[in-house]
């Protein structure tokens, strides 16, 4: 397995990591139940991801528990990625962002307990939060740090301006954003700052949420529980203008002896060598899919070639529903 660092201070992963989030949220019933995810989380682990994904808020909760049960027999041959930043009542119902110094410590004492674990590798602050200064929750992660509960500290969906603010205070290890064929947003400002500061990026949501997989068209229904159902990239319109990125990828798939999914994920990794996908999964068949994306060689005509017909292609449809952007730094 290929390794990428993140950050300055030396964290070595897998060039593909795995993000666990839809194991337990966001795209319908899992017909594999428990078993079979943690079946799946060893399996990857044999493949040779290092790096997994998770948070408090999804599930909420249960999604940790499923993945620190799964990897305690490997915890020292895996990089775990967790989240805080959200607020939840006593029935454990997400009510809004919160990231006080507290608060943060008393997620972190949650996530290690989830995780069977006595530390974090990465923990991110999964949305900014307006009320709260970030130099203060860069303060409060280095103390943590300090206190040997966490390793790494990381930012989801920041801004530039507030990612330079909470590095100056503590050193940021990776940015974790949307970023792919379908959302090239983090080009304009972003990336230029993470190269010059020496942070990594992580991209969730490599493969447009399955669509950039060629498997979703105009006519695919989602069922209940379907995060994509609710979001206005995916309705029926939006899909079939949007298929144009499909076609681009499945172009240069059929060139490649690939499939579109391994083109787009190839993609982004010949970026820059700092950037580490997390693509998640429910099916064995499709993670040994993903990480065939290592052995897809992209050459600099290729990437050209791509990057000009992307740029006649113009992606409709908002990422997220209004209440959801808000929450997005930028």
């Not at 990591?17 to 194991?23: A, I, L, R």
């Not at 994509?228 to 990239?233: E, I, S, T």
């Not at 203008?241 to 490649?256: E, G, H, T």
Request: aromatic content about 6%; glycine content about 10%; hydrophobic content about 40%.
């Amino acid at each position: 397995m290929e390794k990428r660092t993140l950050g300055s201070g030396g964290l070595e992963v897998s060039a593909l990591g795995f993000g666990c989030m839809g194991m337990s949220q966001s795209f319908g019933p899992n017909p594999g139940g428990r078993g079979q995810m943690m079946k799946l989380l060893r399996d990857a682990v044999d493949l040779g991801v290092t790096l997994f994904d998770t948070a408090e808020v999804y599930g909420p909760h249960v999604n940790e528990e499923l993945v620190g049960e799964a990897l305690a027999p490997v915890r020292d041959q895996v990089v775990i990625a967790t989240k805080f930043g959200f607020a939840f009542d006593d029935q454990g119902r997400q009510t809004g962002l919160s990231s006080r110094p507290d608060h943060i410590r008393q997620a972190v004492d949650g996530s290690l307990r989830r995780l069977r674990t006595e530390w974090i590798d990465l923990l991110y602050q999964h949305r900014v939060d307006p009320q709260v200064p970030i130099e203060d929750v860069a303060g409060a992660v280095g103390e943590l740090v300090e206190a040997g509960k966490v390793r790494y500290f990381g930012m989801s969906e920041a801004g530039a301006r507030t990612i330079r603010r909470a590095h100056a205070v503590y050193p940021v290890t990776a940015l974790q954003s949307e970023y792919s064929l379908f959302w090239r947003e983090p080009e304009e400002e972003i990336i230029g700052v993470l190269e010059e500061l020496g942070i990594g990026l992580v991209p969730f949501s490599p493969l447009g949420r399955g669509f950039l997989t060629g498997r979703i068209d105009q006519a695919t229904e989602f069922g209940a529980g379907d995060i994509r159902a609710n979001l206005p990239r995916f309705t029926a319109e939006a899909r079939a203008a949007n298929q144009a990125v499909v076609d681009l990828l499945d172009r240069i798939a059929q060139d490649k002896k690939a499939t579109p999914a391994q083109i787009a994920l190839a993609w982004l990794l010949a970026q820059r060598p700092w950037i580490v996908p997390i693509p998640g999964t429910r099916r064995l068949e499709r993670l040994e899919e993903n990480l065939g994306a290592l052995q897809v060689q992209l050459s600099t005509d290729d990437l050209a070639a791509i990057d000009t017909a992307a740029a006649e292609i113009t992606v409709v449809g908002a990422r997220y529903p209004e209440a959801m952007q808000r929450m997005i730094d930028r």
